[in-house]
Each structure stands twice: as structure tokens, then as C-alpha cells.
């Protein structure tokens, strides 16, 4: 069986391989001229290289990606980290399939790697949230929106993965107190629904 060459593009791949209910996914796709088969060949040989592997070295990203845009100590970021971590600084790699955002990673000072998210690209401003129709699939980072809800729930968190329930908090908008479930992959902002405990229905909002 031939193995597939694992470069930049498909570093891509593999992370939209993680995100199946992303109405960007064909746009992604279209952008990095790749299919569906394309996908999953980049997330088996991700696995089998070891970027899912808690633990690996921050030399597997760079040999892939290269060096970083940008490398700041977490603790200037606004996270914090303590023990083994408490000194990891944060690297940022740009990829153009995540336009407007950055892929940061966490580096402690053994060269471990942890905290793979997306981040907004540094300079650019926050989209104003009036109502829930604002809040668009790649628009936003679980940061820019968790201070936005109440009584959050992380309902569903598996390994890049979570959903988060909560009522919205906005000034003068008619969403305000409205209970919704934001889905992040890589901490990137996937589907927003109506959250069905409340309504009785998950709706999936058309954005």
C-alpha cells in the first residue's frame, strides 16, 4: 500500500478530517483541490505519524509546517498553565484553509506539545455578536464567545472536540437569554443550534 506524502496541505486535511459537520468543509476542500478520500488518507497517516499522540515533540509540527509565525510565552497570551507546563510557550503556524485565523500550539520547555487550537490572526478585530444569526461557522474562537454565554454546559468534549450549551448574553437583542449549543473543533467555532433541551429541537441554524 502506498503511503501518502504528508506535507502542508495535508496537515490541513487531517484537521478538516476533524470537523464533519463544518458548512465550510467544501470550501476548504475546493481550496486545497482535495476529496473526500484525500481527507481520510491525511487523518490515517496523521494518526500513524503521531499528531494525535499526547506527548509528542514540537519538531513532528515544525518538519511540517515550518518555522512559526509567531512565538509569544503562554502566560503573554492570556492562558495560563501550571507544573510541567507552567512555562510552555504559544507557537502560531498560518494556514490558508483557516482564513483570518492562526493554528497555535502549546510548547512546553521539553519540547512537548498540547493546547492545538485556532486563534485569531493578532490585529484582527472581533466581528460585533448582536444575535445569534451573527454568529457564523469560522467566524469565531471559543474565547471571543464563551464570556458571551451563561450557565455554560460543556455537553460533549472528545478529544479536539467539544459542544457548549448556554443562554446568550447580549445588550438590546432579542436572542438575549436565548439557550443555544455552539460546537468548536480545534476551539473554531463549527455549528450553533438551538439548544433541544429547551426548544425541544436541535435546529441548525442556516447562516
Known amino acids: 500500500m502506498e503511503v501518502m506524502e504528508f506535507g502542508f496541505r495535508e496537515f490541513q486535511l487531517h484537521i478538516i478530517a476533524t470537523m464533519p459537520e463544518s458548512?465550510?468543509?467544501?470550501?476548504?476542500l475546493?481550496?486545497?483541490?482535495?476529496?473526500?478520500?484525500?481527507?481520510?488518507d491525511a487523518l490515517s497517516?496523521?494518526?500513524?505519524?503521531?499528531?494525535?499522540?499526547l506527548g509528542h515533540q514540537v519538531d513532528l509540527e515544525r518538519s511540517i509546517l515550518?518555522?512559526?509565525i509567531y512565538?509569544?510565552?503562554?502566560?503573554?497570551?492570556?492562558?495560563?498553565?501550571?507544573?510541567a507546563y507552567g512555562d510552555s510557550d504559544v507557537l502560531a503556524f498560518r494556514l490558508p484553509a483557516f482564513p483570518g485565523f492562526d493554528y497555535?500550539?502549546?510548547?512546553?520547555?521539553?519540547?512537548?506539545?498540547?493546547?492545538?487550537?485556532?486563534?485569531?490572526?493578532?490585529?484582527?478585530?472581533v466581528p460585533e455578536v448582536s444575535g445569534i444569526?451573527?454568529?457564523?461557522?469560522?467566524?469565531?474562537v471559543k474565547a471571543e464567545l464563551e464570556p458571551l454565554l451563561r450557565n455554560k454546559v460543556v455537553d460533549d468534549?472528545?478529544?479536539?472536540?467539544?459542544?457548549?450549551?448556554?443562554?446568550?448574553?447580549?445588550?438590546?437583542?432579542r436572542d438575549v437569554g436565548r439557550s443555544v449549543a455552539l460546537r468548536f473543533d480545534f476551539e473554531l467555532l463549527q455549528t450553533v443550534s438551538i439548544d433541544s433541551r429547551l426548544s425541544g429541537v436541535a435546529n441548525h441554524l442556516a447562516i
Open 45 to 53: 497517516v496523521a494518526r500513524a505519524i503521531g499528531l494525535f499522540r
Open 66 to 68: 515550518g518555522e512559526e
Open 157 to 173: 468534549k472528545f478529544s479536539f472536540s467539544e459542544t457548549i450549551t448556554g443562554s446568550l448574553v447580549l445588550d438590546n437583542s
Open 30 to 40: 475546493e481550496l486545497l483541490d482535495a476529496g473526500e478520500r484525500d481527507v481520510e
Open 133 to 140: 444569526h451573527d454568529l457564523e461557522p469560522w467566524g469565531f
Open 71 to 83: 512565538k509569544v510565552p503562554l502566560s503573554e497570551s492570556g492562558d495560563e498553565a501550571s507544573g
Open 104 to 125: 497555535a500550539i502549546n510548547v512546553a520547555s521539553s519540547g512537548v506539545v498540547w493546547g492545538q487550537r485556532f486563534v485569531r490572526e493578532q490585529g484582527s478585530p
Open 23 to 28: 458548512p465550510n468543509r467544501s470550501t476548504a
